[in-house]
């Protein structure tokens, strides 16, 4: 099992940045797969960003440029750095954990942090 926490979050201003963290109860170099999602109001959890256990990231076209997900191994803590941040950026933003084991996927979930970006 995984457990994971974020924090970060928070109310911004268009233009403005912040940057979430994840940190994770276990190694994260034993989980294939770290990822952040967001879901905003009245529509489907989205990708946002992308993290192997070999360090090969990918990114939502919408977010291109602007944010970065990265790592600290020793604190076992995944990072989303969101500059330039828009309006349409505004959700709950959620860090997830896939591990596979024995051809079986299992994901695991953060509580969510919620970021506003607003004038």
């Known amino acids: 099992q995984v457990q994971l926490v974020e924090s970060g979050g928070g109310l911004v201003q268009p233009g403005g940045s912040l940057r979430l963290s994840c940190a994770a109860s276990?190694?994260?170099?034993?989980?294939?797969?770290m990822a952040w999602y967001r879901q905003a109001p009245g529509k489907q959890r989205e990708l946002v960003a992308s993290m192997t256990s070999g360090g090969s990231t990918n990114l939502v076209d919408s977010v291109k440029g602007r944010f970065t997900i990265s790592r600290d191994n020793a604190k076992n803590t995944v990072y989303l750095q969101m500059n330039s941040l828009k309006t349409e950026d505004t959700a709950v933003y959620y860090c997830n954990a896939h591990l596979t084991v024995s051809i079986k996927g299992y994901d695991y979930w953060g509580q969510g942090t919620q970021v506003t970006v607003s004038s």
């Open positions: 276990r190694n994260i170099f034993s989980i294939n797969v």
